[in-house]
């Protein structure tokens, strides 16, 4: 006999699946931890198999909840392209979209993307946030963004997933930074010649610091790394004043001359700029019409830092 799935309870499971407790499923859906467990269990009435077992204090799914899962996220895609189709027949862009990104892009691309969205679709509300590149994508599966600029730093992969969909939107070079001249370090231009320097980087774990160390261990040493923060303003600011050498990213660049001392790195040096969407949304209007505003942002960007990098060659020059 079939099953008459209730997709609201369906969702429940696969919010658990992604979110990992009981507790983080009933904040985000605002519901209490008794709420979500007993919808969850009648699913599993209605399904007539166990679809959770104890994992020490948690909870994990069964393999029949997996399954479950997997049909729920196909599911979840097609009403996505149904909901594009039906708004690509009205006239005009409506609704809230919600975008996460990381601070060089929040800096950088998001003003001239922001403008852009307003003029072409006034009715589209933007919302943005400061998230981490990771959490964000699992946060845009859950839909609660709907489109996550991120950065992918050259030998690591894109985050493949049958349920996102990628696109390089922009390839920004990662430059050695070093002090102006007459400061320390200031007259050294290979990584390897950093190796008794002090570094700031980003804290463990995260993608750049990854990346960073591998640039110094290709190079042949382990960074002094004496200072960590996520901030790639406070990088350029210990910079410039003599405190540390770092990898800073050309993004920087898009309304400063720089006045540090920059160097092109060679293999490797650069991270992708990429957009994120759900599978079942890339034709979507408001998605079309904002990663085509990240794509023009890009393009000015590009020439601005291009100006900028010139400029402050000359003016290192002039100032030596």
Known sequence: MAISFDLHRLRLLRELKHRGTISAVAAAMSYSHSAVSQQLKILESEVGTPLLEPDGRRVRLTPQAEILVEHVEAVLERLDQADADLARTLGEVTGTFRIATFQTVMMALMPPVLTRVRASCPR????????????????????????????????????????????????????????????????????????????????????????????????????????????????????????????????????????????????????????????????????????????????????AIATHLEQGTTETKNGQ
């Open 124 to 303: 589209l509300s933007l919302e943005l946030a400061h998230a981490d590149p990771g959490e964000a994508l699992s946060r845009l599966q859950v839909r609660e963004f709907d489109l996550v600029v991120d950065e992918v730093f050259a030998g690591q992969p894109l985050a493949r997933s049958s349920l996102v969909t990628q696109t390089v939107m922009h390839r920004d070079a990662m430059r050695l930074a070093v002090p102006p001249p007459g400061l320390p370090w200031s007259d050294r231009r290979q990584i390897a010649e950093l190796s008794d320097a002090d570094w700031v980087m980003e804290p463990p774990g995260s993608p750049a610091r990854e990346w960073a160390d591998r640039m110094c261990a290709a190079a042949g040493f382990t960074p002094k790394t004496r200072y960590e923060s996520p901030d790639m303003v406070v990088h350029e600011t210990l910079v410039r004043g003599g405190h540390a050498v770092a990898f800073l990213p050309d993004l920087l660049w898009v309304g400063a001359v720089p006045v540090v001392g920059l160097h092109q790195l060679r293999a490797g040096g650069y991270r992708d700029i990429v957009c994120s969407v759900r599978a079942g949304t890339t034709d979507h209007p408001a998605v079309r019409a904002t990663t085509d505003a990240v794509g023009e942002a890009c393009e000015q960007a590009a020439v």
